[in-house]
Structures are given as structure tokens and as C-alpha cells.
């Protein structure tokens, strides 16, 4: 009987991940706009550092153009993302199926999964698209452009897709959080702006959110970093589930 159970349970997750394809659609389209703007910003240039001397004149102006902006920005869509299907519009499309609140947590975690998937390959790639349309643009004899290998290349969408799914659990909890209370609302950005402005505590120390991304972005360890992504993703996906059972039926 638990068997039987189980396979259901699957069931009804598979058909309302497959739903929740056609009727996000709005999500994928965010991404392909997020990469455009991103794109055009990443043509300014990352950095620009300039020397000279005083003896001839002669200056000289560096400029390096990485895809970074785009990875920045497809992050901050997957967390954004993540927090919408949270909203109440978002879960009443659950009711379409015969389902309960884990089954409807369920296939937003497979769902965002496969978005963050989406997100990080194409991220990875339009950095690269990035690259040869400026070295088509800037192309005057002066402009050295490099490419990663395919190893390179692997390993950089795999780490972003780990990336693109850990900012999705954030998102997921504090969408949770808001649903849970809209009080969220104010507390939540005040204490990520108070951070964010102080950086350091009185004792001159990093504040526990700097910490925190110290904790993934310092990680040498590839593997190891898997492992921290892996268990932090499932611990907010956890608490964003137990977050859900404390709603009224279609709050």
C-alpha cells in the first residue's frame, strides 16, 4: 500500500511539473529579457584601468568585458522567479489536480530545478555569445579574445546551475515567509539592506550574510561546494514545505 502510495504521489508531481511548463512560460521569457539587458550592460566593460607616462605621452586604456553581468543578473531572475510562484495566483493553479501542499511544493522544486538548469546553461552560453560579438564589434588589431575550453565550459554552467538552484530556495523560503505574513515584507528587505549598508558589525567583523556567501563563494572544492548547495537547498525547500502546512487552504 505505501508503494502504491509513492508511485501516486509521483504521478501527480510529474503532470503538475508538465502543467506548470506551459502555464510559466512567462518565467522563460523573463530570462531571454534579463539576458538581453544583461548583454547590453556587459558592453560598458567590467573595468577600465588606465596608465600612463609623462615623459612621451603615451596612454593606455585596458578594458575587460566578462559574461559576469549576465550570471549576476540570471541569479537575481531565479531568485525573483522563485518568490512569484509563491504568490497566491501561482498556487491556486494547483487546484487544477487532485493534490495536497507537498505534492504542489514538489513539482515547484522540480520546476525551479529545471529552471535553474535553463538559467545556467544559457547564462554560460550568452557570456560566450557576448564575447564573439564584441570581438566582431572592437575587432581593429588591437582586441585579444578568449574563450574557455570545453572542460572549462562544463564545470563553469554546472557551478551555475548549482548557483541559479541555491538562489531559487532563498527565494522559495522568503516567498513562503510573505504568503505566511506580509510583515515579511517590510522586515525582510530592512534587514537585507541594514547588512548590506553596514557590511560589518560593531567589532569590525563580516556580518552573517557576507559570511554565508563566503561560506559557498570561497569554496574551493568543487565537489564540496556540490555538497554545501545540495544541503542548504534542501534545508530551505524543507522549511519553505513546513512554511506551507501552516496556511489556510487556498490563502
Not at 104 to 120: D, P
Request: proline share 1%; net charge neutral.
Amino acid at each position: 500500500m505505501m508503494f502504491l502510495t509513492e508511485v501516486k504521489l509521483v504521478d501527480i508531481v510529474k503532470k503538475q511539473f508538465m502543467y506548470k511548463l506551459k502555464a510559466y512560460l512567462s518565467v522563460f521569457s523573463s530570462l531571454l529579457t534579463i539576458q538581453i539587458i544583461g548583454i547590453l550592460l556587459s558592453t560598458t566593460g567590467s573595468s577600465s584601468i588606465s596608465m600612463g607616462t609623462s615623459s612621451n605621452g603615451f596612454s593606455l586604456n585596458v578594458s575587460y568585458y566578462t559574461g559576469d553581468i549576465i550570471i549576476i543578473f540570471t541569479m537575481i531572475w531565479a531568485l525573483i522567479s522563485a518568490i512569484i510562484i509563491t504568490t497566491k495566483a501561482y498556487r491556486n493553479d494547483d487546484f487544477v489536480f487532485v493534490s495536497n501542499r507537498l505534492s504542489s511544493n514538489l513539482s515547484n522544486i522540480v520546476f525551479l530545478l529545471f529552471a535553474s538548469i535553463i538559467g545556467g546553461i544559457t547564462a554560460m552560453l550568452s557570456g560566450i555569445f557576448f564575447k564573439i560579438i564584441m570581438n566582431f564589434i572592437l575587432d581593429d588589431g588591437n582586441v585579444t579574445a578568449t574563450f574557455i575550453g570545453f572542460q572549462e565550459l562544463m564545470v563553469g554552467i554546472i557551478a551555475s546551475i548549482f548557483y541559479m538552484f541555491l538562489l531559487a530556495s532563498i527565494g522559495y523560503v522568503i516567498g513562503m515567509l510573505v504568503q505566511l505574513s506580509k510583515w515579511f515584507t517590510i522586515i525582510l528587505p530592512a534587514l537585507f539592506i541594514g547588512y548590506l549598508f553596514l557590511g560589518v558589525n560593531m567589532n569590525g567583523e563580516p556580518t552573517f550574510i557576507l559570511e554565508i556567501g563566503k561560506f559557498f563563494i570561497e569554496e574551493s572544492s568543487l565537489l564540496v561546494f556540490f555538497l554545501k548547495v545540495i544541503v542548504a537547498a534542501s534545508f530551505l525547500f524543507y522549511v519553505s514545505i513546513i512554511l506551507s502546512n501552516k496556511m489556510e487552504v487556498r490563502q
